[in-house]
């Protein structure tokens, strides 16, 4: 336990075998690195990773317990692009561009939980409405964590949907940015390089454990509507 990817991964598993329980209160930093054999530094960098992806949740003169939604047991219901291209009247398009095993990106490997060296899987694909561009997406899958489809499988269903289908998602996590299309992003969307566009990142969950990391990007102009 000497550094703070294996006092993470010690953690992460005492979570997903059930020994810290959804809500409950984990031994402090000085318990864990005493515990562990390592620096109180070890465990804290650890444990904010940690927190940084919702898996734990910290509070001052509380202590740091197991986020309470990882117990969520109901399936997700997640929206799926096409409903939101045919809300809008338009004929929906969608074209499966990537399917590969990858090195994850830094994004990917912070959400996900994993190292450099884990090879996910990237799922890229984009979205039209009424033959323009709409939407760019891109997907990692953790084959450790859930099955993995077969290419053929995407070519007319988007990824999305096929982890609502087969995968027991929990919940997800939502993150909103303003970011400058670039590469393949651009060139799908129609836009120049630089071009400020939506960004909305996603992490799905089963449990207490991480599966799926999308970022999707639209065009300028595009307006995001919630409902509760």
Not at 93 to 122: C, N, W
Request: glycine share 6%; proline share 6%; net charge negative.
């Amino acid at each position: 336990m000497n550094t703070w990817q294996s006092v993470r991964a010690e953690v992460l598993e005492r979570i997903r075998s059930r020994e810290w329980a959804p809500g409950e209160l984990i031994p402090t930093e000085e318990q864990l690195s005493q515990e562990l054999g390592c620096a109180r530094a070890t465990v804290n960098r650890a444990l904010r990773e940690l927190a940084d992806s919702g898996i734990i949740e910290r509070r001052r003169k509380v202590g740091t317990r197991v986020a309470s939604t990882a117990a969520r047991k109901a399936t997700l219901e997640m929206p799926a692009i096409r409903d939101e291209i045919e809300a809008l009247g338009a004929t929906y398009g969608y074209t499966l561009t990537v399917f590969e095993e990858r090195t994850p990106s830094e994004q990917a490997m912070r959400a996900l939980q994993v190292d450099a060296d884990h090879k996910l899987i990237l799922i890229q694909a984009r979205y039209l409405a009424d033959g323009e561009p709409h939407c760019c997406e891109s997907l990692w899958l953790n084959p450790q964590s859930l099955p993995v489809p077969k290419r053929s499988m995407l070519e007319s269903l988007p990824p999305h949907e096929w982890l609502a289908s087969q995968v027991p998602l929990t919940h997800s996590r939502y993150a909103i940015l303003a970011e400058g299309a670039s590469g393949l992003c651009a060139t799908y969307l129609g836009v120049e390089e630089g071009t400020p566009v939506l960004g909305v990142e996603r992490t799905n969950w089963v449990d207490a454990t991480p599966v799926s990391f999308a970022r999707q990007f639209y065009r300028p102009q595009h307006r995001l509507v919630s409902e509760e």
